[in-house]
């Protein structure tokens, strides 16, 4: 998870207290978008995370999104628990769909959110480079590192592909350094995986 700022929410969730009311009455079988001056909301909203997360998933950092995994966004408080928080901004995150798929609709107050004031990735998480997992910092507190334990955890951020996948990074990253080039911030974002180049 790479720390990202948030910014004010769309003009398109002006509603969103009225549509939470409404989604939580009704309780439909599908969730659906309201449309805002002739555009859905999903699809403003989609822009807005893409350009905030540089279309990087919110949670694994996976890039490109829409290429490698479909795109989707995340409820982080889990639209089926919390219905009122359907439409809260500070609850949309852009998500591969491998992440929000692990996750489901499961949720615990403990879990970390790349948004959050405070958050970076090295106060709560190392990298093994010979076998791409992420592991819980143990020089962080006790409570830190069960917050990372979680979302390790709900996300399935170690899985063989997703550990694989992160090696062919860090051979690119190594790549660079014999170079005796580092990686140029514009070039980040055109990375997977950011958190292996900080």
Avoid at 11 to 30: F, N
Avoid at 68 to 93: C, D, G, M
Wanted: glycine share 4%; hydrophobic share 35%; net charge positive.
């Amino acid at each position: 998870m790479m720390k990202f700022t948030r910014s004010a929410a769309p003009k398109c969730l002006k509603k969103y207290k009225q549509w939470g009311r409404e989604y939580t009455r009704k309780r439909p079988s599908k969730f659906y978008w309201h449309r805002y001056q002739n555009r859905s909301v999903h699809e403003i909203v989609l822009a807005e995370l893409e350009s905030l997360t540089a279309n990087h998933c919110s949670f694994c950092d996976g890039y490109p999104l829409g290429a490698q995994s479909r795109q989707t966004i995340e409820h982080f408080r889990p639209k089926s628990k919390y219905p009122r928080l359907a439409y809260v901004w500070q609850n949309l995150f852009l998500s591969c769909d491998v992440c929000q798929n692990a996750k489901g609709e499961n949720y615990d107050k403990k879990l970390l959110k790349p948004d959050a004031i405070g958050y970076a990735f090295n106060r709560y998480f190392k990298i093994k480079a010979k076998t791409g997992e992420i592991v819980i910092n143990l020089a962080a507190s006790p409570d830190d590192q069960e917050r990372a334990k979680i979302t390790l955890e709900m996300y399935d951020l170690n899985s063989t592909v997703r550990k694989s996948s992160r090696i062919k990074q860090l051979q690119l990253k190594y790549m660079f350094k014999y170079r005796k080039r580092g990686i140029a911030n514009d070039d980040l974002d055109n990375l997977a995986y950011r958190f292996l180049f900080i």
